[in-house]
């Protein structure tokens, strides 16, 4: 049963970057069946899809995002990892990473990790 | 960008009703459309995918239809566990969105 795991700062200086790293147990990153995304949520608010990579480095972002994001995976590691840079106070969020699964048209978000918040504060 | 208009925003219902919430696509996405349930506290749980198909373990009380731009999730008898906020994700074009979500209350 894949399990995945967030870690990572949970405070963030305004204009400094967010630094996320997810552990993936229990199957690996290299699988070519999936991708590896990060999601976020403000506290009290909506889900919003930041980006995914597939084990290759190849990724997709969200377009609201593309300028400030990078997203990267390790696989000696069973790793992928976001970077947000110029963070601001609207970047506080509850940041998710999720394995995205594609069965034939279908694209679906399964399992999450339980969320890590973190808070852009001086 | 597709934008996912759901409704209502928030839903109070009695144990055993019947619940619908609705999403709207601001374009044709085919039957490109998930949903899942939030608890509070806890991470997002799939419940249905490409609109119509119940995801293994999810109970049958819960259901989906719609394709194009209308969709509609239900549940058919409503449980206390059922108490949580959801959402529907569209796929379309490899970008996703969410709705604004659901919030279900018990009566």
């Known amino acids: 049963q894949v399990q995945l795991q967030e870690s990572g700062p949970g405070l963030v200086k305004p204009s400094e970057t967010l630094s996320l790293t997810c552990t993936v147990s229990?199957?690996?990153?290299?699988?070519?069946?999936?991708?590896w995304s990060w999601i976020r949520q403000p506290p009290g608010k909506g889900l919003e899809w930041i980006g995914y990579?597939?084990?290759?480095?190849?990724?997709n972002y969200n377009p609201s995002l593309k300028s400030r994001v990078t997203i990267s995976v390790d696989t000696s590691k069973n790793q992928f990892s976001l970077k947000l840079s110029s963070v601001t106070a609207a970047d506080t969020a509850v940041y998710y990473c999720?394995?995205?699964?594609?069965?034939?048209?279908?694209?679906?978000?399964?399992?999450w990790g339980q969320g890590t918040l973190v808070t852009v504060s001086s | 960008d597709i934008q996912m208009t759901q409704s209502p925003s928030s839903l109070s219902a009695s144990v055993g009703d019947r619940v619908t919430i609705t999403c709207q696509a601001s374009?044709?996405?085919?039957?490109?459309l998930n949903w899942y349930q939030q608890k509070p506290g806890k991470a997002p749980k799939l419940l249905i995918y490409?609109?119509?198909n119940l995801e293994t373990g999810v109970p049958s009380r819960f259901s989906g239809s719609g394709s194009g731009t209308d969709f509609t999730f239900t549940i058919s008898s409503l449980q206390p566990e059922d108490i949580a906020t959801y959402y529907c994700?569209?796929?379309?074009?490899?970008?996703?969105?969410f709705g604004q979500g659901t919030k279900l209350e018990i009566k």
């Open positions: 990579i597939y084990y290759s480095g190849s990724t």
């Open positions: 999720a394995r995205e699964i594609v069965v034939v048209t279908a694209r679906l978000f399964d399992p």
């Open positions: 490409d609109a119509s």
């Open positions: 374009q044709d996405i085919s039957n490109y």
């Open positions: 229990g199957g690996s990153v290299s699988s070519g069946s999936y991708y």
């Open positions: 994700q569209q796929y379309d074009n490899l970008s996703y969105t």
